[in-house]
């Protein structure tokens, strides 16, 4: 079953039934068929962008800069997760999201929401960019140039390397693991060791 779609028309209606307060809440998302998250969204949308923050993105995907200049935004601001998302028009799960990934790639993992694909947010006729452009490190740099000027030959070969890596590395945390459950099962602590 498909979800049902609201028109430009529902969604001011929802909006100005909320802003209005003659319904409660819920009763506006059950006749609207929207969630009280998209509520929320559309209100804070419409005060920001008026009518043309009620219309449908037309492009769903974001580049990376995009995401980033939201999030760097949200940090550096300190506006709450539903301005933040009512300035950048996403949902506040989707802004959630990015955190999540961002707090990753802040412990050391790769960085790149979208694959490193570049996408514009357009709503109406307004397209919005990043503020400011993600910089590439020379560290990185340096390991892809590296990484350019190997053969196809050994691309693989280290491939291979680390594929037999990483399968170490698991069978090693499958003992560890099986030694703590035999002395759980036993009753006495593991060592940190």
Not at 127 to 147: S, W
Request: with cysteine.
């Amino acid at each position: 079953m498909s979800k049902p779609t609201t028109t430009i028309a529902d969604r001011y209606a929802a909006v100005q039934a909320y802003k209005s307060g003659e319904m409660k809440k819920w009763r506006i998302c059950a006749q609207y068929h929207i969630g009280v998250r998209t509520l929320d969204l559309l209100v804070s949308r419409y005060e920001a962008y008026g009518v043309e923050g009620l219309k449908d993105t037309t492009v769903r995907k974001y580049s990376d800069e995009y995401i980033l200049s939201a999030i760097m935004e949200y940090e550096s601001k300190g506006l709450s997760l539903k301005e933040i998302s009512a300035k950048y028009l996403v949902s506040i799960p989707t802004m959630e999201r990015w955190l999540k990934q961002y707090e990753k790639y802040k412990s050391g993992d790769k960085f790149a929401f979208n694959g490193g694909r570049i996408y514009t947010k357009a709503v109406g006729s307004q397209i919005y960019k990043p503020e400011r452009p993600m910089q590439e490190t020379e560290e990185r740099k340096q390991r892809r140039d590296a990484l350019s000027k190997l053969t196809k030959r050994e691309l693989y070969e280290l491939l291979l390397d680390k594929e037999a890596e990483l399968e170490l590395i698991k069978k090693a945390e499958a003992l560890v693991e099986e030694r703590e459950s035999r002395l759980r099962a036993i009753g006495r602590k593991s060592s940190k060791d």
